[in-house]
């Protein structure tokens, strides 16, 4: 029997990334998310990260310090980011990507990360 995938919730937040291999922080989109993880916009600072890779996001949300976790880069691939135009609606183009999964979240940032997901659930 496998195992239901989280929701993914599509948004555009800001995030900021570290990775364990050292270097600037990087700025960078977050454009899916769930409890289990996120798919973020490839920009050059992290354009040749590796699966397997860690690093640090932290993304600021309502009521405080940003939200931050650990997070294991899973895949390279291309998301979704919707484009606003008067002229049509749901329009939508491919962007590259990574897929990375939280790891080391402890109960409260988990129940935070919850209760900012329930904010993407209602808008």
């Not at 700025?27 to 996120?38: C, D, N």
């Not at 976790?69 to 002229?87: C, E, L, M, S, Y």
Request: aromatic share 6%; hydrophobic share 35%.
């Amino acid at each position: 029997m496998t195992t239901p995938r989280p929701v993914r919730y599509r948004c555009e937040l800001s995030s900021q990334i570290e990775l364990d291999s050292g270097g600037d922080a990087a700025r960078a989109r977050v454009l899916e998310l769930s409890e289990t993880g996120a798919f973020i916009e490839e920009v050059q600072a992290i354009d040749d990260v590796q699966t397997g890779e860690g690093g640090v996001i932290g993304i600021p949300m309502p009521g405080g310090d940003p939200w931050v976790a650990h997070i294991k880069f899973t895949r390279a691939g291309t998301g979704r980011i919707d484009v606003r135009t008067p002229r049509a609606e749901h329009v939508s183009v491919a962007v590259r990507g990574y897929g990375v999964e939280f790891d080391q979240l402890n109960d409260e940032e988990l129940e935070r990360l919850r209760d900012f997901l329930d904010l993407l659930d209602s808008r």
